[in-house]
């Protein structure tokens, strides 16, 4: 695409009609005598400039065309289901054309390819390469909440590892704290809380291990582990009757009393507070606080709000 002023001269585009005349007046002034060297240097180096200019912008303009044509075929390549073939064109156009608009686009492509293929190192490595790259680009929530989407589908594949459930956690709170009006918040948020009752039903699970076979001190730092950690999960109702049914084993009258007291405060609705209130009054007892030990420094806090 030229300017419509331009001229075709000698093989090179002149884009200055006015410099094309000076020129041709040179070339006169040449045939009819001595022209100053430096004169004919200047005006020739300005004309070759332009056509060099022209020269580039053609070349751009084809990078430009390939990537584009590229980047086409790995969106081709997704609606067809391919998306290990479609990241392949993706990271094409990032390492072919690593300085055009495509390559941003492309690698966020990238990430979204390896995401639906289930190739979760390779998302979270192309994620972090965008992030870096592009930090204040309106995809960042986006390839957070994909790094994020990677640790969550592991720990619903596998059901056991918590590290991953551990990661994940990070990325979503980090969408929700850094990008809160982002559209990936509420997910994140969603997630989030999934994540935390997932680590507290694990906690619970080993808690219950223990307290079957009678070891009941690592089975009361499970439970307390729960109600300290992961306060607002769906774990804590039974993790407080669990403590009460363990303190009693052990004989711990106060401790067991004000962990049923917690529970009848804030839960006393559910199946865990009456089981709990029939246990106690099987050995004479009622729900209340009692002793000073750390439920009843919980009791203070949550019932009375005496934080100090």
């Not at 640790?151 to 619903?156: F, G, I």
């Not at 929700?176 to 989030?192: C, D, G, Q, V």
């Not at 109600?227 to 106060?254: C, D, M, W």
Request: aromatic share 16%; glycine share 6%; charged share 25%.
């Amino acid at each position: 695409m030229f300017f419509k002023d331009s001229l075709y001269f000698k093989g090179q585009y002149v884009f200055d009609a006015q410099i094309y005349s000076y020129w041709r007046k040179l070339q006169m002034t040449w045939l009819k005598g001595p022209v100053t060297p430096l004169i004919f240097f200047l005006v020739f180096t300005l004309l070759s400039n332009c056509s060099d200019n022209q020269g580039n912008i053609a070349n751009n303009t084809s990078e430009d065309q390939a990537a584009e044509e590229i980047f086409n075929s790995g969106e081709k390549e997704i609606l067809r289901e391919r998306y290990s073939d479609a990241a392949e064109k993706f990271t094409e156009v990032e390492r072919l054309y690593p300085y055009s608009d495509w390559a941003k686009r492309a690698l966020i492509m990238q990430v979204y390819s390896y995401h639906k293929d289930k190739d979760y190192d390779n998302v979270a490595s192309a994620a972090n390469r965008f992030i870096e790259f592009h930090p204040n680009d309106k995809d960042v929530p986006y390839a957070y909440y994909l790094i994020g989407l990677s640790y969550y589908d592991r720990v619903l594949a596998i059901g056991r590892d918590q590290e991953l459930a551990k990661e994940a956690l990070k990325v979503f709170n980090l969408i929700k704290e850094e990008y809160p009006e982002s559209e990936y918040a509420s997910n994140s948020e969603i997630r989030f809380n999934f994540l935390r009752d997932h680590l507290a039903s694990k906690e619970m699970e080993v808690g219950r291990y223990y307290l079957k076979r009678a070891h009941y001190a690592p089975a009361i730092n499970r439970f307390r582990g729960v109600i300290e950690k992961f306060s607002t999960t769906s774990q804590v109702p039974e993790a407080l009757h669990r403590l009460v049914e363990a303190y009693l084993s052990l004989g711990l009258v106060n401790e067991a009393q004000t962990a049923g007291a917690i529970l009848g405060y804030n839960y006393s609705s559910t199946d865990w507070y009456e089981r709990t209130f029939e246990l106690l009054g099987s050995k004479g007892l009622k729900p209340k606080s009692s002793g000073n030990g750390w439920l009843n420094q919980i009791y203070r806090q949550v019932v009375k709000g005496q934080w100090l």
